[in-house]
């Protein structure tokens, strides 16, 4: 079957720092672009409404769960929104994610071992294809921690500048 016709699952699409690293136990990532539009009626044109684009604006959200060893991003994250640093961010697929689980990585979600990558549990971008990227201001931060359900949290993030689609280079 040609790559072409693999659909590509939810749990492959995943949030990347800028050095190829998922934000950890992600359960949920969102891209959002939104191109403006410009009212441009004028007494000329009567009661129709013409418009014309504006400007294009984008941005992310983010769920994870939080566990003790990712307790360290999470606080990663809350040091960025507390500084006027950009983040940049990447927006694509994890590496394995070809046509089912991982092959010969440990499951679908995160452990805190080292798996058979040799990374420290969290997922790599898929470097060899195309991913969004582009810098981001964190707007908000919300830790749940509900009685009888695990802990998570949400990070919503808004784009500034220009939203690239390219491939991965830290």
């Keep these: ?7 590509i699952q939810g749990h492959d699409v995943m949030l990347f720092d800028a050095n190829g690293h998922s934000f950890a136990f992600g359960t949920n990532a969102s891209l959002s672009i939104t191109q403006e539009m410009q009212d441009v ?9 013409y418009k014309m684009p504006g400007a294009v604006s984008w941005s992310l959200s983010s769920d994870h769960t939080l566990n003790w060893d990712d307790f360290c991003k999470f606080t990663y994250i809350q040091k960025y929104q507390s500084e006027t640093n950009k983040l940049k961010i990447w ?3 994890r590496k394995g994610w070809e046509g089912g689980p991982d092959q010969g990585n440990n499951t679908y ?3 805190s071992s080292v798996n058979a990558n040799g990374t420290d549990g969290y997922r790599e971008i898929d470097s060899a294809k195309n991913a ?10 919300t830790q749940n921690s509900s009685n009888g359900d695990a802990a998570n ?18």
């Design 1 to 7: 079957m040609s790559q072409n016709n693999i659909r």
């Design 41 to 49: 009626s004028d007494k000329d044109t009567g009661k129709a409404g």
């Design 91 to 93: 927006y694509g697929l």
């Design 109 to 111: 979600g995160m452990d």
């Design 132 to 141: 969004f990227t582009g810098y981001v201001f964190i707007d908000t931060i």
């Design 153 to 170: 949290y949400t990070v919503n993030f808004t784009g500034v500048g220009e939203l690239s689609y390219t491939t991965f280079s830290a």
